[in-house]
């Protein structure tokens, strides 16, 4: 490539990306100019000053402990509130406040009104007019920026905020919070799995896409709920590895690309090796005389494991899976069996062949 081609090329990548660059911004600019979902934004703010005795706490949707209060109060103590929590009127004598967002720094200033000999007057922001809906929300998305909570949190959450205002969807509930709409989508899924599984993925047991995949098992019907529980367990308890979870639950691997075209090669090399020799045309042509022995060869090297377990998934496949498996992976012929057999990575083959001899078995 000349070096004038050459420049060319990096000036039509650079206007490529630049062009790219554009179209994001004008994106992000559309989305910012959206009608908000909900009027919360334009509610009227307004200082109070008020004892942390008069401020009570809703269920918070954040789990765990707070941390590093113990500095925040040093600096409350140091440079004073900077930013008043938010709270909302209530209908309580003793209670006249709820706090809607600021939680941390409630907690900090606990700690301060610990330390000294009274309780101090602290200063809020009201906010007037605001649901329990809104209040929900303002919590959520509080959280969510502060640090992103794990997906069953922040599905339960989300199910929260849509029980208190059924009109509202997955995809405004993630506008309203700032969240991408397809992760708010796949973390309420989540909920539909049974409990005991939705519990493993609190706890840290299964990950977020082993239980998608386990849902979407359930959901096809190719695992029940119990099976699917007790594949979850064996897999928290160390007795199933992740590849054989998948496969357990139903999982088909995608067929390669070149799929069909090595279908059809491998197809064709049996054919031709399963021909009879052509016989010889002109009969009075002499003889040609008989080759010379050829050396011995070396022995062939013994296959491997993964080697064989790509062929005994292969046999399995063409000749006692399911017709339901033959289909879904569409193998029409033994050389097609064979080919997918390898298309799967080492590791993937023998829990493959469990899965299939599984399903066949229960067939």
Do not use: C
Not at 44 to 55: D, F, G, M
Not at 63 to 91: N, Q
Not at 205 to 228: E, H, M, Q, W, Y
Not at 341 to 356: G, I, M, N, Q, T
Request: no cysteine; proline share 8%; charged share 30%.
């Amino acid at each position: 490539m000349s070096v004038d081609k050459l420049q060319e090329a990096e000036e039509h990548v650079a206007q490529m990306r630049e062009e790219a660059a554009r179209e994001e911004r004008a994106a992000r600019e559309a989305d910012l100019r959206q009608e908000p979902v909900a009027g919360t934004a334009g509610k009227p703010h307004r200082p109070i000053t008020a004892p942390l005795a008069q401020v009570r706490v809703m269920t918070n949707m954040r789990t765990g402990a707070l941390e590093d209060l113990h500095e925040l109060a040093v600096s409350i103590r140091e440079t004073g509130l900077l930013h008043p929590p938010l709270v909302r009127a209530t209908d309580d004598a003793e209670q006249p406040y709820e706090l809607l967002a600021g939680q941390r720094r409630f907690a900090a200033m606990r700690l301060v009104d610990e330390a000294e000999d009274a309780p101090r007057e602290w200063r809020f922001t009201l906010i007037d007019d605001i649901s329990r809906r809104e209040a929900l929300t303002m919590q959520f998305a509080e959280n969510f920026h502060q640090s992103k909570p794990e997906p069953v949190q922040f599905a339960r959450a989300a199910r929260l905020i849509m029980a208190e205002d059924p009109s509202l969807t997955a995809a405004e509930v993630s506008r309203i919070v700032g969240a991408p709409p397809a992760w708010t989508r796949k973390a309420l899924r989540l909920l539909e799995l049974p409990e005991a599984i939705v519990e493993r993925v609190e706890q840290g047991d299964l990950s977020f896409t082993a239980a998608d995949l386990v849902r979407r098992g359930i959901a096809r019907g190719k695992v029940t709920p119990d099976r699917a529980e007790e594949l979850v367990e064996a897999h928290a308890d160390g007795g199933l590895s992740g590849t054989e979870l998948k496969f357990g639950v139903g999982y088909v691997p995608p067929a390669p690309e070149s799929y069909a075209e090595t279908s059809d090669r491998l197809d064709v090399a049996r054919h031709a090796a399963e021909a009879p020799p052509r016989e010889r045309v002109e009969r009075d042509e002499p003889a040609e005389p008989a080759p010379a022995p050829a050396p011995r060869a070396a022995e062939p090297a013994r296959p491997g494991d993964a080697e064989l377990d790509g062929f005994v998934l292969g046999a399995f496949l063409f000749h006692a899976a399911t017709p339901r498996s033959r289909k879904l992976l569409r193998i029409t012929s033994e050389a097609d069996a064979h080919a997918y057999a390898r298309s799967l990575h080492p590791r993937e083959r023998l829990p493959a062949l469990r899965s299939f001899a599984r399903e066949a078995l229960d067939a």
